[in-house]
């Protein structure tokens, strides 16, 4: 029991990364119909940001700081050299945009920093562990919770709430209705974006302190996953992007903990079938979007 | 006059020959992006300075003359295909490899046809020689490293390992596998075995099973690189997991040592470790000031090596006939090397050398443990 206890913590601190990033996946679909693989090099570069603030001094509380707003920067800058120009074009011209967007900033980490992993060196504390009855949870897991709760409630409140959210929710349902009322279509996708960085740079922040390096490819894997989480829970759908991430992320903890040896190579493969076969039955996703796209 | 003219004519015609001697065409596949790019670059880094401290003595054994062909192969391993056989269209008469199994692998199955010579800058993986005659290893295999380290562990007291490996690779399967048929054949016992993906995103439900385990293994074994060595460390270390680790030459890398309080204590193989006074500290200084570079991990040392085996296998061939520098370098014992000497004659041509054992320390650095070379009697089988 103390096992499958522990295991399910180990899902929901996976689960929440992969549901920050789907939603910063989500988020940006919804309004401009882009599918952005360069997600993953934004928390990336919020990774680099971490790594060059503790390589100039800086103490790793302000590091991290500095690593969420390197990933911010980095997704206004996406918008505003790639993308803007690129409003309006077809979902293939989008994507194809991002993949190249994407491999010009993996060629610039690899050859501009290093193309092997760096080193993150924490305090030695924020690797530590405590102990609930007979179970040892680790500290990080349990920050990547928290920070994962904290995150999805105070974005939620952006997005009822405030102006910008209910304008960003608004361009979601009707891009087109929303400039014809005057609102500034650029204020509100730059908004998107930085929002999306943001989750981005907290994603990085979490997979830094669990995983000690940094490396040219460190966000285009757990992006994959998002992007699979995004279609599960209904692309366009931000809270089927949470659901999907947290989906995704328990089936993947529980099937590395509980499969025999012998499917253990199966893994993936188990679980894009489950995703496949949820598909067949829902094909719009778990909580597909009022305007739904097709996976 | 006549015999000025004669001397300056023979003179001539001398110089004319030794600028027209042949050249030895090596290719070298080096993957300047992707997952090899970190090994294939200071392998060739290495390789390229002793190549160019040879040709600037008149090339292998001073009479050889060197061209090298270098392509990038962007870590692909059909691109890497395609380079080799440019290479070879170029006339390659020698291929150095990316610092793995698999496209070394691939590569030999182009160079097959004409038996010319295939040696990986650092593939450790020992399958990878069984292609055909002309393909060789350069570093200890891991079934050599897997060997050293199980008898130092069943040395050191601990009975009963768990082996973490990926089948993604020959190399993260096969070490831990040697290791443990290794330290069982010594008394020791295997109690469980996680497998992780490459690239994995999280390793807790591993670190979870093993918190969990019936019988609680005494060290942990995992031939695992980066970034999935950093990430598995931290889980474990995170869960309050203290068991000793143990891992595979990879471990030995600037990045795992800079992990911090989590690496500390952490022993790992090596394939050689600069003592003072040793050529490989020699090597380092050479290095350091003829490029600003310090050589941070062997694989600048073994590329080094690498052009030494190739200068030696020449020498014995007595031509450059790829099928008999394959023989010839098959037949190499004892071959004086940099990071340590190298025995190809008795082996499936994975050579024979050194293994060294160091273990991490506290303030990221390394401490030498023992140097040992397996016996090839008791090695395991690839």
């Given at each position: 029991m103390d096992q499958l206890l522990q295991q399910l913590i180990n899902a929901l601190s996976l689960g929440g990364i992969y549901a920050m990033l789907a939603l910063g996946l989500a988020i940006v679909f919804s309004i401009i119909g882009l599918i952005n693989f360069a997600h993953g090099d934004i928390m990336t570069f919020g990774g680099y940001g971490i790594f060059l603030s503790m390589v100039f001094g800086f103490p790793p509380v302000a590091a991290l700081c500095i690593g969420l707003g390197a990933a911010v920067v980095m997704a206004l800058a996406m918008e505003r050299t790639a993308f803007r120009v690129m409003r309006g074009a077809d979902v293939i011209s989008l994507l194809i945009t991002s993949f190249a967007v994407s491999e010009i900033l993996k060629v610039f980490f690899q050859n501009g920093i290093s193309a092997r992993p760096v080193p993150i060196s924490f305090p030695a504390a924020w690797s530590g562990s405590y102990q609930i009855g007979g179970m040892t949870i680790g500290v990080a897991p349990t920050a990547s919770i928290l920070v994962t709760i904290i995150s999805l409630g105070c974005l939620t409140f952006v997005l009822r709430h405030l102006a910008i959210g209910m304008a960003m929710r608004a361009a979601a349902e009707d891009f087109d209705m929303l400039r014809m009322l005057g609102v500034r279509a650029n204020r509100v996708v730059a908004a998107a974006f930085a929002i999306s960085g943001l989750l981005a740079g907290i994603a990085a922040v979490i997979w830094t302190a669990q995983r000690g390096s940094v490396d040219p490819m460190m966000g285009f894997f757990p992006v994959l996953k998002a992007f699979i989480a995004t279609v599960l829970g209904g692309l366009g759908s931000l809270g089927g992007a949470v659901l999907g991430g947290f989906v995704v992320g328990t089936l993947e903890v529980l099937t590395q903990a509980f499969l025999p040896d012998a499917l253990a190579p199966y893994r993936d493969a188990i679980v894009l079938s489950a995703v496949i076969a949820v598909l067949l039955v829902r094909p719009d996703g778990l909580l597909p979007a009022r305007t739904s796209a097709r996976s | 006059m006549k015999l000025k003219s004669l001397l300056l004519g023979t003179a001539i015609a001398a110089i004319g020959t030794a600028s027209l001697a042949e050249e030895y065409v090596i290719g070298v596949m080096s993957a300047?992006?992707?997952?090899?790019a970190p090994y294939d670059g200071p392998a060739y880094a290495g390789f390229k300075f002793c190549m160019d401290e040879k040709m600037a003595n008149g090339g292998l054994n001073g009479t050889t003359p060197v061209k090298l062909i270098v392509k990038d192969t962007r870590s692909d391993i059909a691109f890497g295909v395609q380079v080799v056989q440019e290479m070879l269209d170029q006339g390659a008469q020698f291929i150095v490899s990316s610092a793995d199994a698999d496209p070394t692998i691939a590569a030999a199955q182009i160079t097959a046809a004409d038996m010319v010579p295939t040696m990986t800058f650092a593939g450790t993986a020992p399958v990878l020689t069984q292609v055909g005659s002309h393909v060789f290893g350069s570093y200890p295999g891991d079934n050599q490293q897997g060997a050293v380290l199980a008898a130092y562990a069943k040395d050191q007291g601990f009975e009963k390992a768990w082996l973490l490996t990926s089948p993604d690779s020959a190399y993260t399967l096969g070490g831990p596998r040697y290791f443990g048929e290794v330290f069982e054949s010594l008394g020791g016992a295997v109690v469980g075995e996680s497998t992780f993906n490459l690239n994995q995103p999280d390793f807790s439900a591993i670190v979870t099973n093993i918190q969990n385990a019936e019988t609680a293994p005494d060290v942990i074994v995992t031939w695992a690189w980066e970034p999935d060595f950093p990430a598995f460390i931290r889980a474990l270390r995170g869960a309050g997991v203290d068991t000793q680790v143990m891992g595979g030459d990879v471990l030995d890398t600037p990045t795992v040592r800079g992990?911090?309080?989590?690496?500390?204590g952490v022993v790992h193989t090596s394939g050689g470790y600069p003592e003072d006074g040793s050529k490989y500290a020699d090597f380092i200084a050479r290095f350091e000031a003829a490029t600003g570079t310090t050589p941070d991990n062997n694989y600048y040392v073994n590329g080094c090596d690498i052009a030494d085996m190739i200068e030696q296998a020449v020498a014995a061939a007595g031509t450059t006939d790829p099928a008999a520098v394959s023989a010839a370098m098959a037949e190499i014992e004892n071959g004086e090397g940099t990071m340590s000497n190298f025995t190809f004659?008795?082996?499936?041509?994975m050579p024979l050398r050194d293994v060294v054992v160091a273990r991490i320390t506290a303030d990221g650095g390394k401490e030498f443990v023992l140097r040992q070379m397996a016996d090839p009697e008791t090695l395991p089988k690839p």
């Open positions: - | 300047q992006s992707g997952y090899l992990l911090g309080d989590v690496v500390d004659k008795g082996t499936d041509r």
